[in-house]
């Protein structure tokens, strides 16, 4: 069995804060790998601003370079708008991987806005990674009052495919200040950089992943 990090988001675009995020959750969880599932189009997220999927795909591809993290395009493929529909397949394509969900304190502040949350947490432990400026929001939040009961030990983060669900565990690592948001004012056209990104979408995953 592979044990796989799960990460998901827009990456408009992907940066070093997604990338050191990952390796941290490498470490503390025991995984084989992350893999970031970028969204052909969060819900959350207003449309206005956001760089076409084949940039964002290709922006990810280049940061996840040298490091045991994957840029999927697996959620287009599948057709999927939510994450607990994405969750619900990936067991039957990929039988002998175990997947844990990634996500930032920013996420869990919100993460009762997400489509059928509950089966989420259902569906695969979480680990959500600090972020200055949201614990408090965090810990605040609708959904982590439903999942206050299901807190592991940070200690014991390896044991997360032992887990009886729901399961989540809170892991702290000195952060990475970048932002999508920053990176974007600063070059609003950054997207232009990849234009080839075309090549890099659907048709052309690195073997043998998603």
């Given at each position: 069995m592979k044990c796989?990090?799960?990460l998901g988001g827009s990456f408009n675009p992907a940066h070093s804060g997604h990338r050191r995020l990952s390796l941290h959750?490498?470490?503390?969880?025991?995984?084989?790998?992350?893999?970031?599932?970028?969204?052909?189009?969060?819900?959350?997220?207003?449309?206005?601003?956001?760089?076409?999927?084949?940039?964002?795909?290709?922006?990810?591809?280049?940061?996840?370079?040298h490091a045991?993290?994957?840029?999927?395009?697996?959620?287009?493929?599948?057709?999927?708008?939510y994450t607990a529909d994405t969750l619900g397949k990936l067991p039957r394509l990929y039988p002998r991987h175990r997947f844990v969900w990634l996500m930032g304190a920013d996420n869990l502040a919100q993460f009762h806005q997400w489509e059928r949350w509950r089966d989420i947490a259902r569906q695969v432990p979480i680990a959500v990674i600090a972020r200055p400026g949201y614990d408090r929001l965090a810990r605040a939040s609708p959904a982590m009052s439903w999942l206050r009961r299901a807190v592991r030990p940070a200690g014991q983060a390896k044991n997360w495919t032992r887990w009886r669900l729901p399961a989540l565990v809170l892991l702290r690592f000195r952060p990475d200040t970048t932002s999508a948001t920053s990176?974007?004012?600063?070059?609003?056209?950054?997207?232009?950089?990849?234009?080839?990104?075309?090549?890099?979408?659907?048709?052309?995953?690195?073997?043998?992943?998603?």
């Open positions: 796989i990090g799960l959750a490498i470490r503390a969880l025991g995984l084989d790998e992350v893999w970031w599932l970028v969204s052909p189009g969060n819900p959350l997220k207003p449309r206005a601003g956001m760089a076409p999927f084949a940039a964002r795909l290709a922006s990810a591809r280049k940061m996840a370079r045991p993290i994957r840029a999927s395009a697996v959620e287009a493929r599948l057709k999927t708008r990176l974007r004012a600063a070059d609003p056209g950054w997207h232009r950089r990849f234009p080839d990104a075309r090549r890099t979408s659907l048709s052309t995953p690195p073997p043998p992943f998603p």
